[in-house]
């Protein structure tokens, strides 16, 4: 069984991309075999598992656009079993580009379709908007993890991200589903984010993830280096959260 999870919020700065790189490498080092799909054109993903981006001969553009098979972008990573389709800033002229293309929705869907089977979980790592990269993402996933910042503010522009999954549901895969709610950046020291975990939870219910991500500095220090937490520090509050994260999400398989 492979499972294609998007981790989406049109919100910048959620913690998707940390999401991304850590839950993979979490899930990679408990013995799965993980593709990380990076489809924003900041890239952060793919340097953040330690991809120098000037050297990406193929990227996900290339195989939005050119159409070329994905097996000729996917690249290793330092962790067995944890693999990556790179983006780079070519990326960026996509979203116009893909206008005047025939079901450019589904352009996502068609290439992981032919990769599907090696993997047992592809995470595709979404961009900060609600444009065609996002929707091709939610019409490529099995389900969506909505990270969400322990903020004022957290739930603002939700309803407009679950109007997306529903309309993704309506016409283009009525398959996808809410995999789970992500509480991120818990900074324990304020009642504020007791708040938000409450109001998330009134509104999500069984959705939220048991799991909840608090600030730690060493999960911001990680990408700098190129490395995952788990790399980078596992002995961190850090690498012990995104691990149990990945023991959650198993147990939902
Ligand atoms: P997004 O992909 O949604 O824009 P990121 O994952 O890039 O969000 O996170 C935004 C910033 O916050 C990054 O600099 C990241 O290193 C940092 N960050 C993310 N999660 C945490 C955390 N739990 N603790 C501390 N810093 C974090
Ligand atoms: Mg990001």
């Keep these: 069984m492979s499972k294609i999870i998007a981790i989406a919020n049109q919100k910048g700065g959620v913690g998707k991309t940390t999401t991304s790189v850590n839950l993979g490498a979490g899930l990679a080092t408990l013995g799965k075999r993980v593709l990380l799909v990076d489809i924003d054109p900041q890239g952060n993903t793919t340097s953040g598992v330690g991809i120098n981006k000037a050297d990406v001969a193929n990227c996900i553009y290339n195989i939005l656009i050119d159409d070329i098979p994905p097996h000729e972008a996917i690249q290793e990573t330092k962790i067995e079993g944890l693999h990556i389709i790179p983006a780079t800033i070519q990326l960026a002229g996509a979203e116009i580009e893909l206008v005047s293309t025939i079901s450019r929705e589904l352009r996502l869907k068609k290439a992981l379709g ?8 592809i995470i595709i790592d979404c961009p900060p908007s609600l444009g065609i990269l996002t929707i091709n993402s939610l019409t490529a996933a099995d389900s969506v993890i909505i990270p969400i910042q322990c903020e004022y503010y957290a739930l603002e522009g939700l309803s407009q991200l679950l109007n997306t999954v529903r309309l993704v549901q309506k016409n283009l895969n009525p398959y996808l589903q809410i995999e789970g709610v992500l509480l991120t950046m818990l900074d324990a020291r304020t009642n504020l984010g007791i708040q938000v975990i409450e109001e998330v939870k009134k509104y999500f219910q069984e959705k939220v993830y048991r799991t ?7 999960l911001s220090e990680a990408p700098s280096h190129g490395q995952s937490i788990i790399t980078y520090d596992r002995r961190s509050k850090g690498a012990e959260v995104y691990y149990e994260l990945a023991k959650e999400v198993l147990s939902y398989e």
């Design 212 to 218: 909840i991500i608090p600030r730690n500095i060493r």
């Design 114 to 121: 032919l990769v599907k089977q090696n993997y047992d979980y």
